[in-house]
């Protein structure tokens, strides 16, 4: 009977600790559309990659609308190199899996390097990970429209 | 037999109780080796493969989380959508070739990238394409399940 009892006390805890995530989700989409926002439109536009630096993980991986595959540095390198950059991103939609969340939303993205103008428009998917208190994006698609 | 297997088997254990009121907590990243993971996520991107090529929509239904976002040809679909096109897709014509991918793991993330050949047949003519798909897999009580996956055209 104890035994029961036990196990019907863990059961409570873990749906307590179920329940305060999920309703944190609200406060971590908005965070993680803020981040979009300052990661994409504003350290984009100011050449910021400090700012970049901080928001991608030293394993960030990304596949650009080209199809090829490109690491933080690589990314930060293009940031810094570009003489202009304007990354517009739409309406949002962020799924939250505990420790990770995943954004998606429609992106303009045009700017010049190199004396090339570029010009890309599409959708996004971004894999955003909690660690150490910290949101980091992991993983980003860029989907070029066909 | 794979982790996969063995998340599905035990939930029908009664050790399930014990787990779920654990499912709250945060499971260490050591407590799923990252040799393991890798296995488990290329097994399940596998059966993925095997359920698309077989309109078997219902191994896909377990392995795709319900709030999936997926992206098919730049298109955002839901979850219900893509499983009702797999069911009644022809694979005949529309013919795809997995090609070597990358697994990284990030404690109960795992985010896979890795290319695949399409090959399709319309009105007699024959096209194929490569794309660039990057996948995300989130560790769940039941399992490592697919939430994020999208690909794009890789340019020649």
Known sequence: ?146 | MDDLTWHRMRTRNWIVLFLMACAGLALPAQEVSDGGTVAAIRALEQEWTVGQSHNDNRVLDLIFDNALIYVEYGKLVTKGEYLARVKTASPELNQVVMEPMTIRVFGRTAVVIGTYLEKQEQGGHRDMKRWRYVDTWVYKKNGWVLVAAGATRVSH
């Not at chain 1, 690589?74 to 309406?91: H, P």
């Not at chain 1, 980003?140 to 429209?145: E, F, N, P, V």
């Open chain 1, 1 to 146: 009977m104890a035994k029961m009892v036990c196990i019907l006390l863990m059961v409570l805890a873990g749906a307590s600790v179920l329940g305060a995530r999920q309703a944190d989700e609200p406060d971590v989409k908005s965070k993680i559309i803020a981040l979009e926002r300052l990661s994409k439109m504003q350290a984009f536009a100011a050449k910021d990659v400090k700012t970049l630096d901080q928001l991608l993980d030293k394993n960030f991986v990304l596949v650009n609308p080209d199809g090829k595959v490109e690491t933080k540095a690589d990314l930060l390198l293009f940031v810094q190199s570009a003489d202009s950059l304007q990354y517009t991103v739409g309406v949002m939609m962020v799924r939250v899996h505990g420790d990770t969340a995943v954004a998606t939303g429609l992106y303009s993205l045009t700017g010049v390097q190199h004396g090339n103008r570029l010009s890309y428009r599409g959708r996004f998917v971004d894999t955003w990970l909690l660690k150490e208190g910290q949101w980091v994006a992991i993983a980003s698609l860029t989907i070029a429209d066909e």
